[in-house]
């Protein structure tokens, strides 16, 4: 291509491009994805020798890998000499192999990768066209074969997408179950105004889909849900959706091997069907907390629903309207329902700890669509960078025992998170009297999520919204009394109450060998797993974001890649062995446990403050205490002695 010449946009259709348009988009460009980007196709060593520093984020606590200021210039003007003489029909070189792959990874920062971090980080390259593969160890059996081993997935989300694709590839015989009428898992419940991620669209994304043209940086709901639609169609498994059932019952037959569910169609009438293996992705956010624990909550007479059955039938312009919680979807909705409402009343039971995100409602520009469709391998290394970032959330998490001993609160970078959020908050409570102390956290950050900031303390300053923060006590037919004895009179309720994160896989009840039931193996102190996956006296059923199962860091697309390649694996296994049956081990089980347990203690998420992450019994049943790298290389491929194989 000359460099006044024209080039069509994959993003834009055919609208033209010169070298000023060139120049821009490098200038905005993540100019250290380019280089790694430039330095893997060109092999020009000077890229190679560029110099990198740390670009802190939340005051220090955590960093980017950014080019060098003196660096710069240079990278600008080698990127510029390719692009503009690239041509679209170059022919693009081959990914490197994994060996010189690992350079290019010592090369984007200003240290070595470390040996535990290898192989997870290679995996989030995405070099290959499936980089969580799983594959038939043998020949591939006959299809007669494979066919009797049927595989019932419950749940039409992400999880259940990332186990379809992964057994369509196998040729596996399996159908999706999914209670709601379409794909999209909780993103088709959540229908809120304003609702979308608050991950990065390039961190939370399939890593076997390459480049999809997002439209903003962080997803909207209804993008979020168009994006699911399309990977269902593209790899052709959305003829394996069967809508409008939901598994109510799941019963294990030993004499056959076989569960065999109860599914309840939207019509009512129910169907029992038989199968080999079950994958639950019914997921920890399928279950919303409707009803809240508060008095005369029945006796309101006026509009009232959860933000996770939004009733678009209902108006809320010009209304009063009282919004219940302010968590991660009660901040990111009242921004809409303040700007339209004629009054809005927040009640907040616990502040959160809320964070500016940049590039939080940023559309991806035409420029930016230009360096992802015309620089080979740069989103990979896009894509790497928010990964790598990413992964220093997990180091926030420990108690340093010496830095307390020395007058800190949990360790150095928690602290420092803690004290740049607090500056954060000061300055939007900054002139109104009485505000700091009401949105101000007591608790460490992360000790709860952490909230994405979607204008929620700006909408605090507006005259026509209030934050309540006495508890309430009941209420009305017509509003809501807090224990001061004010009563507000609304015209709505909305509930952004959460969900009941410690139902999992509700409502369907599951018996599983010998008359095993859930409820008696949890009654101790909750839900509990062998590594979020699978669960003793109940073969062949694997759970995806079970218990304990929500990893320390990284995105949760690709933790689904991860844990369909887990449960492919061994089900290659019971198919080419002519295999019936694997049952966890209760002593792994058990050791496993006592492990997690004892990890936990190190870790911040039971401290004071704590929200849905603990269950009633008081302890941290949502997530995994391992590191990431370590619990990677625990669920990359089954260890089978972990199972009594029948």
């Given at each position: 291509?000359?460099?006044?010449?024209?080039?069509?946009?994959?993003?834009?259709?055919?609208?033209?491009?010169?070298?000023?348009?060139?120049?821009?988009?490098?200038?905005?460009?993540?100019?250290?994805?380019?280089?790694?980007?430039?330095?893997?196709?060109?092999?020009?060593?000077?890229?190679?020798?560029?110099?990198?520093?740390?670009?802190?984020?939340?005051?220090?606590?955590?960093?980017?890998?950014?080019?060098?200021?003196?660096?710069?210039?240079?990278?600008?003007?080698?990127?510029?000499?390719y692009l503009s003489k690239r041509k679209p029909d170059d022919p693009i070189p081959p990914p490197p192999s994994k060996a010189k792959a690992r350079k290019l990874m010592d090369v984007f920062g200003d240290e070595p990768i470390a040996e535990p971090e290898f192989e997870y980080n290679y995996e989030e390259l995405a070099y290959n066209e499936f980089p969580r593969d799983a594959e038939?160890?043998?020949?591939?059996?006959?299809?007669?074969?494979?066919?009797?081993?049927?595989?019932?997935?419950?749940?039409?989300?992400?999880?259940?997408?990332?186990?379809?694709?992964?057994?369509?590839?196998?040729?596996?015989?399996?159908?999706?179950?999914?209670?709601?009428?379409?794909?999209?898992?909780?993103?088709?419940?959540?229908?809120?105004?304003?609702?979308?991620?608050?991950?990065?669209?390039?961190?939370?994304?399939?890593?076997?889909?390459?480049?999809?043209?997002?439209?903003?940086?962080?997803?909207?709901?209804?993008?979020?849900?168009?994006?699911?639609?399309?990977?269902?169609?593209?790899?052709?498994?959305?003829?394996?959706?069967?809508?409008?059932?939901?598994?109510?019952?799941?019963?294990?037959?030993?004499?056959?091997?076989?569960?065999?569910?109860?599914?309840?169609?939207?019509?009512?009438?129910?169907?029992?069907?038989?199968?080999?293996?079950?994958?639950?992705?019914?997921?920890?956010?399928?279950?919303?907390?409707?009803?809240?624990?508060?008095?005369?909550?029945?006796?309101?007479?006026?509009?009232?629903?959860?933000?996770?059955?939004?009733?678009?039938?209902?108006?809320?312009?010009?209304?009063?309207?009282?919004?219940?919680?302010?968590?991660?979807?009660?901040?990111?909705?009242?921004?809409?329902?303040?700007?339209?409402?004629?009054?809005?009343?927040?009640?907040?039971?616990?502040?959160?700890?809320?964070?500016?995100?940049?590039?939080?409602?940023?559309?991806?520009?035409?420029?930016?669509?230009?360096?992802?469709?015309?620089?080979?391998?740069?989103?990979?290394?896009?894509?790497?960078?928010?990964?790598?970032?990413?992964?220093?959330?997990?180091?926030?998490?420990?108690?340093?025992?010496?830095?307390?001993?020395?007058?800190?609160?949990?360790?150095?970078?928690?602290?420092?998170?803690?004290?740049?959020?607090?500056?954060?908050?000061?300055?939007?409570?900054?002139?109104?009297?009485?505000?700091?102390?009401?949105?101000?956290?007591?608790?460490?950050?992360?000790?709860?999520?952490?909230?994405?900031?979607?204008?929620?303390?700006?909408?605090?300053?507006?005259?026509?919204?209030?934050?309540?923060?006495?508890?309430?006590?009941?209420?009305?037919?017509?509003?809501i009394k807090t224990v001061d004895g004010k009563e507000r009179e609304f015209d709505l309720v909305v509930l952004g109450t959460g969900f009941k994160t410690s139902q999992y896989f509700w409502p369907c009840k599951y018996v599983g060998r010998d008359g095993a039931t859930m409820e008696e193996l949890w009654k101790k102190d909750g839900a509990r797993s062998y590594l979020g996956l699978v669960i003793p006296g109940f073969p062949?059923?694997?759970?995806?974001?079970?218990?304990?199962?929500?990893?320390?860091?990284?995105?949760?697309?690709?933790?689904?890649?991860?844990?369909?390649?887990?449960?492919?694996?061994?089900?290659?296994?019971?198919?080419?062995?002519?295999?019936?049956?694997?049952?966890?081990?209760?002593?792994?089980?058990?050791?496993?446990?006592?492990?997690?347990?004892?990890?936990?203690?190190?870790?911040?998420?039971?401290?004071?403050?704590?929200?849905?992450?603990?269950?009633?019994?008081?302890?941290?049943?949502?997530?995994?205490?391992?590191?990431?790298?370590?619990?990677?290389?625990?669920?990359?491929?089954?260890?089978?002695?972990?199972?009594?194989?029948?």
């Open positions: 291509m000359a460099s006044n010449g024209d080039v069509s946009l994959n993003g834009n259709g055919t609208k033209p491009v010169d070298d000023a348009f060139i120049r821009t988009a490098i200038d905005k460009s993540n100019l250290n994805a380019l280089r790694l980007a430039l330095l893997q196709v060109t092999g020009d060593t000077d890229l190679a020798k560029m110099h990198t520093r740390r670009h802190a984020i939340r005051g220090g606590a955590m960093f980017a890998h950014v080019l060098a200021e003196e660096e710069v210039p240079a990278l600008k003007e080698k990127a510029f000499a038939w160890t043998t020949k591939k059996p006959s299809a007669e074969k494979i066919a009797k081993f049927k595989v019932i997935v419950i749940g039409g989300g992400i999880s259940g997408i990332a186990a379809a694709v992964q057994f369509k590839r196998l040729g596996l015989n399996f159908q999706v179950l999914e209670r709601q009428g379409g794909i999209g898992g909780t993103w088709l419940l959540n229908s809120y105004p304003e609702a979308r991620v608050d991950t990065s669209s390039f961190l939370f994304q399939f890593k076997f889909v390459k480049n999809y043209p997002w439209t903003e940086y962080f997803a909207s709901a209804g993008e979020t849900r168009q994006y699911l639609e399309r990977v269902a169609e593209r790899y052709q498994v959305k003829d394996h959706f069967y809508f409008n059932r939901e598994v109510v019952s799941a019963v294990w037959h030993e004499d056959t091997s076989e569960w065999e569910l109860t599914v309840q169609h939207a019509d009512g009438h129910s169907e029992s069907i038989r199968c080999n293996a079950i994958v639950s992705g019914s997921g920890l956010f399928a279950t919303p907390n409707k009803e809240p624990n508060i008095k005369g909550y029945k006796d309101y007479k006026r509009p009232i629903f959860h933000t996770a059955q939004w009733d678009h039938s209902v108006d809320y312009r010009d209304k009063r309207i009282a919004l219940l919680g302010t968590g991660s979807t009660g901040t990111q909705l009242a921004p809409a329902l303040a700007c339209a409402a004629k009054s809005l009343t927040i009640y907040q039971r616990t502040p959160n700890w809320i964070m500016n995100m940049d590039g939080y409602r940023e559309r991806i520009d035409e420029y930016a669509r230009y360096i992802f469709d015309n620089m080979p391998y740069y989103w990979n290394w896009y894509c790497y960078s928010s990964h790598v970032t990413s992964q220093q959330l997990q180091h926030l998490q420990p108690y340093d025992r010496d830095w307390q001993a020395k007058g800190g609160i949990i360790n150095e970078r928690n602290d420092k998170v803690r004290e740049a959020l607090t500056e954060y908050i000061q300055s939007k409570a900054k002139g109104v009297p009485g505000l700091l102390e009401k949105i101000l956290p007591k608790h460490a950050p992360l000790v709860r999520r952490l909230v994405v900031d979607n204008g929620f303390y700006d909408i605090l300053r507006r005259d026509n919204v209030e934050l309540v923060t006495d508890t309430i006590d009941t209420f009305t037919e017509t509003g062949n059923f694997f759970s995806f974001y079970g218990p304990n199962h929500q990893p320390r860091s990284g995105g949760f697309y690709s933790w689904g890649e991860i844990w369909a390649r887990y449960t492919a694996t061994c089900i290659i296994h019971l198919i080419e062995h002519d295999k019936k049956s694997m049952d966890c081990r209760k002593d792994v089980f058990d050791e496993y446990n006592a492990r997690l347990d004892a990890e936990c203690k190190g870790l911040i998420w039971e401290e004071a403050g704590h929200g849905y992450y603990v269950n009633e019994w008081g302890r941290q049943g949502v997530n995994v205490p391992w590191k990431t790298a370590e619990y990677h290389r625990m669920v990359s491929k089954p260890n089978l002695d972990s199972f009594e194989i029948r």
